[in-house]
């Protein structure tokens, strides 16, 4: 899906901002993140520790001035689709927005070495999340491929009331 390839290490975009694969020492920071967001579906702190320790080479975060994690994605390769990047969850903090920073995550993993037989990013998204649908709509099109949107999860599928349903974005081909 992507042209050149860099290894899963840190680049700095700016003297401000630096991209890097996370880290164990991040899962704390980032539980925050997702926390302070508000929307997103806050996991526990033992997940966000198990994703930085297992899943860092297609995961990202972003720190500015070089301390406070600004963003945050995670993604894997799911097993039954080795040429497939899913993507969890993607979290920018409010002081970064509209600034470009989730593209650039996105294109910091699939430009990863770990990511080279990639041909297709999946990614589930709430019909209200209308950030998320410009966000990977956006990808396709500067990508110059497909962006097929499809149903996933249902409402019922949840427990309790509130979640909404959750519909696939499937983004290259398979």
């Not at 899906?1 to 840190?10: C, I, N, R, V, Y």
């Not at 997103?40 to 975060?61: I, P």
């Not at 699939?110 to 998204?125: F, K, P, Q, S």
């Amino acid at each position: 899906m992507s042209e050149g390839k860099e290894s899963a290490t840190a680049v700095v975009e700016s003297e401000s901002i630096l991209f890097r694969t996370p880290t164990e020492e991040d899962g704390k920071e980032i539980w925050q993140l997702i926390k302070d967001m508000g929307v997103l579906d806050l996991n526990s702190s033992y997940s966000y520790l198990m994703w930085a320790k297992y899943f860092d080479e297609t995961s990202v975060v972003v720190e500015a001035d070089g301390q406070r994690i600004v963003g945050f994605i995670s993604g894997f390769i799911p097993p039954k689709a080795p040429d497939t990047l899913f993507i969890w969850q993607v979290a920018v903090d409010a002081s970064q927005r509209g600034k470009g920073i989730a593209s650039r995550m996105l294109q910091s993993i699939l430009h990863r070495d770990v990511c080279r037989n990639i041909r297709c990013l999946e990614a589930t998204v709430s019909p209200s999340n209308q950030a998320s649908d410009a966000l990977f709509r956006k990808l396709a099109r500067d990508m110059k491929t497909d962006c097929h949107v499809t149903d996933c999860f249902t409402e019922d599928q949840f427990p309790g009331t509130g979640h909404e349903a959750e519909l696939l974005y499937t983004i290259g081909v398979r």
